[in-house]
Protein backbone atom coordinates (compact mmCIF):
# COMPACT_ATOMS: atom_id res chain seq x y z
CA UNK A 1 0.00 0.00 0.00
CA UNK A 2 1.25 3.19 -0.91
CA UNK A 3 0.60 6.71 1.32
CA UNK A 4 -1.36 8.30 -1.23
CA UNK A 5 -3.96 5.47 -0.62
CA UNK A 6 -4.11 6.33 3.03
CA UNK A 7 -7.15 9.18 3.99
CA UNK A 8 -4.05 11.55 5.15
CA UNK A 9 -4.35 15.15 3.76
CA UNK A 10 -2.51 16.64 0.91
CA UNK A 11 0.36 18.64 3.20
CA UNK A 12 1.17 15.74 5.37
CA UNK A 13 1.34 13.71 1.18
CA UNK A 14 3.79 16.72 0.80
CA UNK A 15 5.88 15.76 2.91
CA UNK A 16 6.61 12.63 2.91
CA UNK A 17 6.75 13.12 -0.94
CA UNK A 18 9.68 15.18 -0.54
CA UNK A 19 11.41 12.93 2.13
CA UNK A 20 10.82 9.79 -0.10
CA UNK A 21 8.50 7.81 1.71
CA UNK A 22 6.06 6.07 -0.65
CA UNK A 23 5.48 2.77 -0.01
CA UNK A 24 3.87 1.84 3.66
CA UNK A 25 5.43 -0.75 5.83
CA UNK A 26 2.76 -3.33 7.29
CA UNK A 27 2.71 -1.79 11.02
CA UNK A 28 1.79 1.41 9.04
CA UNK A 29 -0.31 -0.13 6.67
CA UNK A 30 -2.12 -1.81 9.66
CA UNK A 31 -2.18 1.09 12.30
CA UNK A 32 -2.65 4.06 10.81
CA UNK A 33 -6.69 3.74 9.17
CA UNK A 34 -7.56 2.80 13.10
CA UNK A 35 -5.84 5.99 14.55
CA UNK A 36 -7.29 8.16 11.84
CA UNK A 37 -10.73 6.58 12.73
CA UNK A 38 -9.66 7.75 16.49
CA UNK A 39 -9.25 4.19 18.22
CA UNK A 40 -6.87 3.20 21.02
CA UNK A 41 -4.16 1.12 19.69
CA UNK A 42 -1.85 -1.88 21.20
CA UNK A 43 1.39 -1.91 18.49
CA UNK A 44 3.66 -5.04 19.14
CA UNK A 45 6.48 -4.41 16.73
CA UNK A 46 9.83 -4.00 16.73
CA UNK A 47 12.40 -1.11 16.43
CA UNK A 48 13.20 -0.22 12.59
CA UNK A 49 9.62 -1.37 11.72
CA UNK A 50 8.51 2.54 11.15
CA UNK A 51 6.06 2.12 13.78
CA UNK A 52 7.05 6.32 14.64
CA UNK A 53 5.36 7.39 11.35
CA UNK A 54 2.51 4.84 12.28
CA UNK A 55 1.47 6.96 15.09
CA UNK A 56 3.05 10.40 14.38
CA UNK A 57 0.96 10.67 10.66
CA UNK A 58 -2.18 9.81 12.21
CA UNK A 59 -1.87 12.62 14.86
CA UNK A 60 -0.37 15.32 12.84
CA UNK A 61 -3.31 14.64 10.43
CA UNK A 62 -6.11 15.13 13.49
CA UNK A 63 -4.20 18.42 14.55
CA UNK A 64 -4.72 19.74 10.85
CA UNK A 65 -7.98 18.85 10.79
CA UNK A 66 -8.96 20.23 13.92
CA UNK A 67 -9.00 23.82 12.97
CA UNK A 68 -11.01 24.60 15.89
CA UNK A 69 -7.78 23.79 18.22
CA UNK A 70 -6.49 26.75 20.57
CA UNK A 71 -2.91 26.80 21.02
CA UNK A 72 -2.16 24.34 23.87
CA UNK A 73 -0.24 21.06 23.76
CA UNK A 74 -2.29 18.38 21.94
CA UNK A 75 -0.45 15.51 22.31
CA UNK A 76 2.22 13.82 24.61
CA UNK A 77 4.58 11.21 23.11
CA UNK A 78 6.52 9.52 26.00
CA UNK A 79 9.95 7.53 25.33
CA UNK A 80 12.61 5.98 27.48
CA UNK A 81 15.64 7.75 26.10
CA UNK A 82 16.72 11.60 25.41
CA UNK A 83 18.40 9.67 22.33
CA UNK A 84 15.41 8.80 21.01
CA UNK A 85 13.03 11.84 21.95
CA UNK A 86 15.73 13.85 19.86
CA UNK A 87 15.17 11.29 16.84
CA UNK A 88 11.09 11.32 16.97
CA UNK A 89 11.38 15.31 17.27
CA UNK A 90 13.67 15.26 14.10
CA UNK A 91 10.80 13.09 12.47
CA UNK A 92 7.98 15.30 13.33
CA UNK A 93 9.83 18.55 11.49
CA UNK A 94 9.99 16.03 8.55
CA UNK A 95 6.70 14.59 8.39
CA UNK A 96 5.46 18.32 9.31
CA UNK A 97 7.23 20.61 7.05
CA UNK A 98 4.49 21.76 5.30
CA UNK A 99 1.88 21.96 8.28
CA UNK A 100 1.78 24.82 10.86
CA UNK A 101 2.55 22.20 13.84
CA UNK A 102 5.90 22.41 16.46
CA UNK A 103 6.95 20.10 18.77
CA UNK A 104 9.58 20.17 21.32
CA UNK A 105 11.64 17.17 22.76
CA UNK A 106 11.94 16.95 26.71
CA UNK A 107 14.47 14.94 28.61
CA UNK A 108 16.85 15.57 31.21
CA UNK A 109 20.03 16.52 31.54
CA UNK A 110 22.85 18.65 33.74
CA UNK A 111 23.04 21.39 31.01
CA UNK A 112 21.46 24.41 32.14
CA UNK A 113 21.08 25.54 28.59
CA UNK A 114 19.67 22.17 27.86
CA UNK A 115 16.43 23.15 30.12
CA UNK A 116 16.37 27.06 28.96
CA UNK A 117 16.19 25.58 25.28
CA UNK A 118 13.49 23.05 26.42
CA UNK A 119 11.92 26.10 28.26
CA UNK A 120 12.11 28.11 25.83
CA UNK A 121 10.63 25.77 23.04
CA UNK A 122 6.97 25.58 25.58
CA UNK A 123 6.95 29.26 25.81
CA UNK A 124 6.57 30.03 21.90
CA UNK A 125 4.15 27.22 21.94
CA UNK A 126 4.02 23.72 21.02
CA UNK A 127 1.58 21.27 19.82
CA UNK A 128 3.30 18.03 20.21
CA UNK A 129 5.88 17.23 22.98
CA UNK A 130 8.13 14.26 23.15
CA UNK A 131 9.12 13.52 26.42
CA UNK A 132 11.09 11.08 28.65
CA UNK A 133 8.82 10.45 32.33
CA UNK A 134 11.25 11.50 34.79
CA UNK A 135 11.78 15.26 33.08
CA UNK A 136 8.22 15.90 31.77
CA UNK A 137 6.98 15.13 35.71
CA UNK A 138 9.39 17.57 36.54
CA UNK A 139 7.85 20.05 34.41
CA UNK A 140 4.35 19.25 35.79
CA UNK A 141 5.59 20.05 39.63
CA UNK A 142 7.08 22.87 38.75
CA UNK A 143 4.15 24.15 37.27
CA UNK A 144 5.42 24.88 34.09
CA UNK A 145 4.02 22.76 31.44
CA UNK A 146 -0.46 22.51 30.71
CA UNK A 147 -1.59 18.97 29.30
CA UNK A 148 -5.35 19.88 29.89
CA UNK A 149 -5.68 20.10 26.23
CA UNK A 150 -3.65 16.64 25.53
CA UNK A 151 -5.69 14.79 22.72
CA UNK A 152 -3.09 12.14 21.96
CA UNK A 153 -1.27 10.28 23.77
CA UNK A 154 1.57 7.77 22.71
CA UNK A 155 4.19 5.25 24.99
CA UNK A 156 6.51 4.10 22.58
CA UNK A 157 8.74 1.80 23.90
CA UNK A 158 7.20 0.91 26.62
CA UNK A 159 8.66 -2.35 27.49
CA UNK A 160 12.02 -0.65 27.90
CA UNK A 161 10.51 2.03 29.99
CA UNK A 162 9.16 -0.22 32.56
CA UNK A 163 12.49 -2.16 32.41
CA UNK A 164 14.07 1.02 33.62
CA UNK A 165 11.74 1.70 36.34
CA UNK A 166 9.62 4.72 35.18
CA UNK A 167 5.79 3.03 36.07
CA UNK A 168 5.16 5.08 38.57
CA UNK A 169 6.61 8.39 36.89
CA UNK A 170 4.07 7.29 33.52
CA UNK A 171 1.25 6.34 36.29
CA UNK A 172 1.85 10.33 37.78
CA UNK A 173 1.66 11.71 34.01
CA UNK A 174 -1.53 9.95 32.81
CA UNK A 175 -2.93 11.46 35.97
CA UNK A 176 -2.47 15.01 34.79
CA UNK A 177 -4.18 14.22 31.44
CA UNK A 178 -7.36 14.67 30.00
CA UNK A 179 -9.89 11.38 30.83
CA UNK A 180 -11.35 11.79 26.60
CA UNK A 181 -8.11 10.87 24.94
CA UNK A 182 -6.57 8.99 22.60
CA UNK A 183 -4.51 6.68 23.42
CA UNK A 184 -1.47 4.70 21.60
CA UNK A 185 1.00 1.90 23.52
CA UNK A 186 3.84 0.39 20.95
CA UNK A 187 6.16 -2.15 22.33
CA UNK A 188 8.72 -4.70 21.00
CA UNK A 189 7.69 -7.11 23.37
CA UNK A 190 4.09 -7.87 25.29
CA UNK A 191 4.94 -9.35 28.65
CA UNK A 192 2.38 -9.63 31.60
CA UNK A 193 3.20 -5.95 32.89
CA UNK A 194 2.67 -4.22 29.64
CA UNK A 195 -0.58 -5.84 29.20
CA UNK A 196 -1.52 -4.62 32.69
CA UNK A 197 -0.25 -1.27 31.89
CA UNK A 198 -2.49 -1.29 28.51
CA UNK A 199 -5.40 -2.18 30.78
CA UNK A 200 -5.02 0.88 32.82
CA UNK A 201 -4.97 3.55 30.08
CA UNK A 202 -6.39 2.47 27.46
CA UNK A 203 -10.14 1.99 26.53
CA UNK A 204 -11.27 -0.57 23.79
CA UNK A 205 -8.10 -1.02 21.87
CA UNK A 206 -7.88 -2.83 18.82
CA UNK A 207 -4.17 -4.81 18.89
CA UNK A 208 -1.76 -4.72 15.78
CA UNK A 209 0.94 -7.42 16.11
CA UNK A 210 4.00 -8.41 14.21
CA UNK A 211 5.74 -10.62 14.38
CA UNK A 212 9.77 -10.28 15.21
CA UNK A 213 11.83 -10.05 11.96
CA UNK A 214 14.43 -12.55 11.04
CA UNK A 215 18.54 -10.53 10.64
CA UNK A 216 19.01 -9.41 7.10
CA UNK A 217 20.65 -11.43 5.08
CA UNK A 218 23.29 -9.72 4.61
CA UNK A 219 24.37 -9.76 8.06
CA UNK A 220 27.22 -12.35 8.55
CA UNK A 221 26.48 -14.05 11.93
CA UNK A 222 29.32 -15.56 14.35
CA UNK A 223 29.38 -16.91 18.04
CA UNK A 224 32.31 -17.86 19.99
CA UNK A 225 32.45 -20.27 22.81
CA UNK A 226 34.30 -19.22 25.27
CA UNK A 227 35.20 -18.41 28.98
CA UNK A 228 34.18 -14.90 30.16
CA UNK A 229 38.00 -13.75 31.25
CA UNK A 230 38.63 -14.64 27.64
CA UNK A 231 36.65 -12.13 25.67
CA UNK A 232 38.89 -8.68 25.99
CA UNK A 233 41.37 -10.12 24.45
CA UNK A 234 39.30 -12.14 21.66
CA UNK A 235 37.30 -8.18 21.22
CA UNK A 236 41.15 -6.85 20.46
CA UNK A 237 41.64 -9.92 18.27
CA UNK A 238 38.61 -9.46 16.24
CA UNK A 239 39.51 -5.47 16.15
CA UNK A 240 43.51 -6.06 14.74
CA UNK A 241 42.82 -5.23 11.32
CA UNK A 242 39.90 -2.74 11.73
CA UNK A 243 40.29 -0.39 9.21
CA UNK A 244 40.09 3.52 10.12
CA UNK A 245 36.55 3.54 8.02
CA UNK A 246 34.89 0.91 9.58
CA UNK A 247 32.66 1.39 13.04
CA UNK A 248 32.10 -1.28 15.49
CA UNK A 249 29.29 -1.51 17.89
CA UNK A 250 29.71 -3.24 21.05
CA UNK A 251 26.78 -4.31 23.31
CA UNK A 252 26.93 -5.01 27.13
CA UNK A 253 24.60 -6.05 29.52
CA UNK A 254 24.53 -2.62 31.96
CA UNK A 255 26.28 0.30 32.83
CA UNK A 256 28.02 -1.18 35.25
CA UNK A 257 29.26 -3.92 32.30
CA UNK A 258 29.78 -0.65 29.62
CA UNK A 259 32.02 0.85 32.22
CA UNK A 260 33.81 -2.52 32.88
CA UNK A 261 34.13 -3.30 29.05
CA UNK A 262 35.46 0.32 28.40
CA UNK A 263 38.14 0.22 30.95
CA UNK A 264 39.51 -2.79 30.09
CA UNK A 265 39.57 -2.24 26.41
CA UNK A 266 41.42 1.17 26.94
CA UNK A 267 43.92 -1.09 28.76
CA UNK A 268 44.74 -2.77 26.04
CA UNK A 269 45.31 0.34 23.92
CA UNK A 270 42.18 0.02 21.75
CA UNK A 271 40.74 3.36 20.89
CA UNK A 272 37.18 2.90 22.83
CA UNK A 273 34.48 5.18 23.84
CA UNK A 274 31.26 4.34 26.25
CA UNK A 275 27.74 5.53 26.03
CA UNK A 276 25.69 4.92 29.33
CA UNK A 277 22.43 6.35 31.16
CA UNK A 278 24.71 7.89 33.55
CA UNK A 279 26.62 10.78 31.06
CA UNK A 280 25.13 13.97 31.57
CA UNK A 281 23.14 15.46 27.88
CA UNK A 282 26.60 17.15 26.95
CA UNK A 283 28.78 14.44 27.70
CA UNK A 284 26.67 11.72 25.21
CA UNK A 285 26.34 14.47 22.57
CA UNK A 286 29.89 14.41 22.51
CA UNK A 287 30.37 10.41 22.31
CA UNK A 288 27.72 10.08 19.40
CA UNK A 289 29.40 13.11 17.31
CA UNK A 290 32.73 11.42 18.24
CA UNK A 291 31.32 8.49 16.69
CA UNK A 292 29.12 9.20 14.11
CA UNK A 293 32.18 11.26 12.25
CA UNK A 294 34.89 8.66 13.19
CA UNK A 295 37.12 10.33 15.62
CA UNK A 296 36.53 7.47 17.46
CA UNK A 297 35.55 4.24 15.95
CA UNK A 298 34.84 1.72 18.38
CA UNK A 299 31.59 2.64 20.70
CA UNK A 300 30.30 0.77 23.89
CA UNK A 301 26.70 0.66 24.70
CA UNK A 302 23.74 -0.74 26.93
CA UNK A 303 20.55 -1.83 25.30
CA UNK A 304 18.12 0.83 26.10
CA UNK A 305 20.96 3.61 25.41
CA UNK A 306 20.75 2.26 22.28
CA UNK A 307 17.85 2.47 20.76
CA UNK A 308 18.44 6.43 19.91
CA UNK A 309 21.63 5.41 18.05
CA UNK A 310 20.80 5.66 14.34
CA UNK A 311 24.12 5.05 12.25
CA UNK A 312 23.93 3.49 8.98
CA UNK A 313 27.59 2.74 8.56
CA UNK A 314 28.29 0.11 11.46
CA UNK A 315 30.20 -2.67 10.18
CA UNK A 316 30.39 -4.90 13.29
CA UNK A 317 28.16 -5.42 16.03
CA UNK A 318 29.94 -7.05 18.86
CA UNK A 319 27.55 -8.62 21.65
CA UNK A 320 30.07 -8.47 24.30
CA UNK A 321 27.31 -10.46 26.35
CA UNK A 322 24.20 -12.80 24.65
CA UNK A 323 21.25 -10.70 24.87
CA UNK A 324 18.20 -11.52 27.42
CA UNK A 325 15.65 -12.70 24.33
CA UNK A 326 15.86 -13.61 20.43
CA UNK A 327 13.96 -10.04 19.89
CA UNK A 328 17.33 -7.86 21.34
CA UNK A 329 19.59 -10.14 19.52
CA UNK A 330 17.87 -9.18 16.23
CA UNK A 331 17.14 -5.08 17.63
CA UNK A 332 21.33 -5.91 18.37
CA UNK A 333 22.45 -6.83 15.29
CA UNK A 334 20.23 -4.75 13.00
CA UNK A 335 21.71 -1.86 13.59
CA UNK A 336 24.33 -3.13 10.93
CA UNK A 337 23.85 -3.68 7.08
CA UNK A 338 21.75 -1.35 6.49
CA UNK A 339 21.09 0.84 3.82
CA UNK A 340 22.00 -2.69 1.71
CA UNK A 341 25.34 -2.77 2.83
CA UNK A 342 27.20 -6.14 4.46
CA UNK A 343 27.65 -6.39 8.29
CA UNK A 344 28.99 -8.92 10.60
CA UNK A 345 27.32 -9.99 14.03
CA UNK A 346 29.36 -11.59 15.97
CA UNK A 347 28.58 -12.85 19.75
CA UNK A 348 30.54 -14.00 22.78
CA UNK A 349 28.91 -17.08 24.55
CA UNK A 350 30.37 -17.68 28.07
CA UNK A 351 29.52 -20.65 29.87
CA UNK A 352 26.42 -19.50 31.55
CA UNK A 353 24.83 -18.30 28.46
CA UNK A 354 25.19 -21.05 26.26
CA UNK A 355 21.23 -22.27 26.62
CA UNK A 356 20.36 -18.74 26.01
CA UNK A 357 21.99 -18.53 23.27
CA UNK A 358 20.49 -21.91 22.18
CA UNK A 359 17.30 -20.39 22.75
CA UNK A 360 17.93 -17.47 20.32
CA UNK A 361 19.50 -20.53 18.17
CA UNK A 362 16.23 -22.32 18.22
CA UNK A 363 14.12 -19.02 17.52
CA UNK A 364 16.01 -18.49 14.19
CA UNK A 365 15.70 -21.77 13.26
CA UNK A 366 19.12 -21.89 12.26
CA UNK A 367 22.64 -23.44 14.26
CA UNK A 368 25.03 -19.61 13.97
CA UNK A 369 28.34 -20.36 12.55
CA UNK A 370 31.19 -21.14 15.26
CA UNK A 371 34.40 -18.79 14.90
CA UNK A 372 37.54 -20.27 16.38
CA UNK A 373 38.84 -18.37 19.49
CA UNK A 374 42.84 -18.07 18.72
CA UNK A 375 44.90 -21.04 20.02
CA UNK A 376 46.89 -18.49 21.96
CA UNK A 377 43.97 -17.58 24.33
CA UNK A 378 43.90 -20.84 25.90
CA UNK A 379 41.39 -24.06 25.86
CA UNK A 380 37.20 -23.12 25.21
CA UNK A 381 34.42 -24.60 26.96
CA UNK A 382 32.72 -26.88 24.76
CA UNK A 383 29.17 -25.90 23.69
CA UNK A 384 26.76 -28.67 25.54
CA UNK A 385 23.99 -25.72 26.02
CA UNK A 386 21.58 -28.65 27.53
CA UNK A 387 23.76 -29.14 30.35
CA UNK A 388 22.70 -25.31 32.14
CA UNK A 389 18.95 -25.40 31.25
CA UNK A 390 18.63 -26.52 34.88
CA UNK A 391 20.46 -23.39 35.97
CA UNK A 392 17.65 -21.42 34.61
CA UNK A 393 19.55 -19.83 32.07
CA UNK A 394 18.55 -18.40 29.15
CA UNK A 395 15.59 -15.55 27.84
CA UNK A 396 12.01 -15.40 26.98
CA UNK A 397 11.33 -17.04 23.73
CA UNK A 398 10.18 -15.56 20.43
CA UNK A 399 6.88 -14.57 20.53
CA UNK A 400 6.24 -16.17 17.30
CA UNK A 401 8.14 -16.06 13.56
CA UNK A 402 8.23 -13.26 10.54
CA UNK A 403 10.42 -12.83 7.56
CA UNK A 404 9.00 -9.16 6.82
CA UNK A 405 11.72 -6.75 6.79
CA UNK A 406 11.44 -2.94 6.88
CA UNK A 407 13.72 -2.53 3.46
CA UNK A 408 15.08 1.18 2.68
CA UNK A 409 12.34 2.66 -0.14
CA UNK A 410 14.01 3.60 -3.60
CA UNK A 411 12.81 6.85 -5.13
CA UNK A 412 9.84 6.44 -7.67
CA UNK A 413 8.64 8.03 -10.46
CA UNK A 414 5.60 10.33 -10.07
CA UNK A 415 2.88 8.10 -10.98
CA UNK A 416 0.83 9.44 -14.23
CA UNK A 417 -2.71 10.13 -13.38
CA UNK A 418 -2.18 10.63 -9.90
CA UNK A 419 -5.02 11.87 -7.98
CA UNK A 420 -3.00 13.98 -5.64
CA UNK A 421 -1.42 16.88 -6.66
CA UNK A 422 1.83 17.46 -7.76
CA UNK A 423 4.03 17.63 -4.65
CA UNK A 424 5.14 21.64 -3.93
CA UNK A 425 8.80 21.78 -2.91
CA UNK A 426 9.72 25.28 -1.59
CA UNK A 427 6.79 26.04 0.79
CA UNK A 428 8.35 26.66 4.67
CA UNK A 429 7.40 26.32 7.74
CA UNK A 430 4.00 27.82 9.29
CA UNK A 431 2.35 27.83 5.97
CA UNK A 432 -1.24 27.45 6.39
CA UNK A 433 -3.23 24.34 5.64
CA UNK A 434 -4.46 24.30 2.16
CA UNK A 435 -8.10 22.97 1.47
CA UNK A 436 -8.06 19.73 -0.43
CA UNK A 437 -8.85 19.78 -4.42
CA UNK A 438 -11.78 18.95 -5.62
CA UNK A 439 -12.22 15.29 -6.30
CA UNK A 440 -9.15 14.52 -3.95
Known amino acids: MTFEELDLEDDILDGLWDMNFRECTPIQEQAIPLLLEGRDLIGCAQTGTGKTAAYLLPILNHL ?9 IHAVIMVPTRELAQQIDQQVEGFAYYLPVSSVAIY ?3 DGLVWAQQKKGLDAGADIIIATPG ?12 LTHVNHFVLDEADRMLDMGFIDDILQVIAELPKRRQNMLFSATMPPKIRDLAKKILVDPVEVRLAVSKPNENISQTAYICYEKQKPALVQHLLADLKPTEKVLIFASSKIKVKEVYRILRQRGLQVIDMHSDLDQARRDDVMYKFKSGQINVLVATDIVSRGIDIDDITIVINYDVPHDPEDYVHRIGRTARAGEKGSGVTFVSEDDQYRFAMIEQFLEKEIDKGNVPADLGETPEYHPERYQRKGRGGKRGHGHGDKKNRPQAAQPRPEGSSKNHRHKHRGHGSQPRPRQAGN
Not at 64 to 72: F, I, N, R
Not at 135 to 146: A, E, N, T
Open 64 to 72: LLDQSADPA
Open 108 to 110: GGN
Open 135 to 146: RLLSYIKLGLID
